[in-house]
């Protein structure tokens, strides 16, 4: 089969990129979402003509007309990676295939047109070079890659809209989580996230919004994420606002939540799902209950739950809470094994541990 041409992208110079100083100052302390770089990437999509007008361009507001269907119906999706630094100063990108394909997935059932995935890693490359002087100095910084669609068509009709807008923005990311405590704590929310057949295991912003209300709980409450269970028996543990759950057990065993088309894939999930059995644990993707959980958490059998994500890396969850009390996971800290997943996960990341798998991707 012939190859796809190439999409092009046209650098269109910055007129005035933010001074060294100010810049300087802004990555010293970033947190997370909060600062944003220079430049963007954007591609425009037509029905009919396809991908057209690539460019880098300085990041600035976009115009959208009031009647654009993304804020009337909601067609949008995103995708979030990082840029790492490796040991000799280059940066890298960890899989960022998966997420190419992740994006085209939600792209279709959003009813989206797919980007190539080639086009898709070009313009977060393209980005993340152009603003390497971005790169956080703090410890564990990276630059997060916000690559995202929405349908910008003037129609009113509910029906998939015929234009759309690419684009990739970065923020210099320190710790997601504010709160600095070794582990976090999960608050169990009445409402549901995602139903079978709906958009759960598609990353789009949907979910997010319906996510808001019982997030604003869960922090109210003192709580660092909400933890959404199945929608039919409202039992099932899912998993949390932005993160996959795994659950250790003392015999070695470790457990996480099957795709079952209501949780995010998650490419930090796949990835650690290789590196336990690596670890000689036995790993399965096996549904369970929070009646379990609370149960085996009290009993001493279940040692460690870890939440993961490509913001949140490998954080462990601590205490967990809902409208029937609370428990604590283990002493209450970082158990073993998420310290030792995490370290071989960013050790991979950064270089400083073989890749075995060929995730990393050196930006040239
Ligand atoms: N689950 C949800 C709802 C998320 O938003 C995320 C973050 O992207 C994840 C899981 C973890 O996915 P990944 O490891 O690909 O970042
Ligand atoms: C991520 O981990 O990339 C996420 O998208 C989670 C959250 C910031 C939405």
Request: charged share 25%; hydrophobic share 40%; with cysteine.
């Amino acid at each position: 089969m012939a190859k796809a041409p190439a999409i092009q992208f046209k650098h269109i110079p910055h007129p005035a990129p933010v001074p060294g100083a100010t810049r300087e100052q802004a990555i010293a302390d970033p947190g997370f979402g909060t600062v944003f770089t220079d430049h963007m990437v954007s591609i425009d999509y037509d029905e009919g003509e396809g991908w057209h007008s690539a460019r880098l361009c300085a990041r600035e507001p976009i115009m959208l007309d009031p009647a654009a269907s993304v804020l009337h119906y909601a067609q949008e999706i995103f995708e979030g990676l990082k840029a790492y630094k490796l040991a000799d100063d280059s940066m890298a990108l960890f899989r960022p295939e998966q997420n190419a394909q992740r994006f085209n997935k939600s792209a279709r059932r959003l009813a989206m047109p797919e980007l190539p995935e080639e086009a898709f890693i070009e313009a977060v490359e393209t980005v993340v070079k152009a603003d390497r002087s971005w790169f956080p100095k703090v410890e564990g910084g990276s630059l997060y890659i916000r690559p995202f669609m929405f349908a910008n068509e003037h129609f009113l009709g509910v029906r998939p809209a015929k234009k759309y807008k690419f684009l990739v923005i970065l923020s210099p990311a320190g710790n997601y989580f504010k709160s600095g405590a070794p582990a976090v704590s999960v608050w169990v929310s009445d409402y549901t996230r995602a139903a079978p057949g709906g958009t759960g295991e598609a990353k789009c912003g949907g979910n997010y919004a319906a996510s808001l209300v019982p997030t604003g709980e869960a922090f109210a409450k003192g709580h660092d994420q909400v933890v959404f269970l199945d929608a039919v028996e409202r039992k099932w543990i899912e998993e949390l606002g932005g993160m996959n759950l795994f659950f250790v057990f003392e015999d070695g065993t470790m457990i996480t939540p099957p795709l079952s088309g209501t949780i995010l894939p998650g490419i930090t999930r796949d990835s650690l799902l290789t590196l336990a059995r690596e670890e000689g644990l036995t790993v399965r993707e096996e549904r369970y209950s929070l009646d379990q959980w609370r149960e085996d958490a009290g009993s001493g059998r279940l040692v460690e739950t870890m939440a993961c994500g490509t913001a949140a890396v490998v954080t462990p969850v601590g205490k967990v809470a809902g409208n029937d009390g609370e428990f604590t996971i283990g002493s209450g800290g970082p158990g073993q094994l998420t310290t030792k997943l995490r370290e071989k996960l960013v050790g991979i990341q950064r270089g400083t541990v073989e890749d075995r798998h060929g995730w990393v991707r050196r930006i040239s």
